[in-house]
């Protein structure tokens, strides 16, 4: 089975973030890391200036204090996931990136970036 790896912007209690992860549910195994509060505009921004913690909700669903987007995909990818076992597919859900992985190339910040349609269509979301 798939691991899929999501954030967004809008923070973790976001509606649409939750359909993300049903509608994402049947394809694979899915891990959450979203913003404490909704950081639009910043979502490309790393924290450089104090420490994150990262706060489990639940199993596979984690708020990062004070994280914005970019922090969350970073720091999941070095702190939650281990090299043997990185996530297939990282899906940013406001932002409507598509960040694909694939084992045999390193993740980082310099993992490649695809702009795809807004997910909310490319899922038949109705928000």
Sequence with gaps: MKQILITNDDGFESKGLFALI????PLGNVTVVAPTVEKSACGHSLTLTQPLKFVELDDDFFKLDDGT?????????NKL???AHKPDIIISGKASLLL???KCVEISVKTSMILVMNLQKMLSLHL
């Design 100 to 102: 694909l992985y694939r």
């Design 81 to 83: 996931f281990d090299d």
């Design 69 to 77: 987007p970019t922090d969350c995909i970073f720091l999941a990818l």
């Design 22 to 25: 049903e509608a994402l549910k």
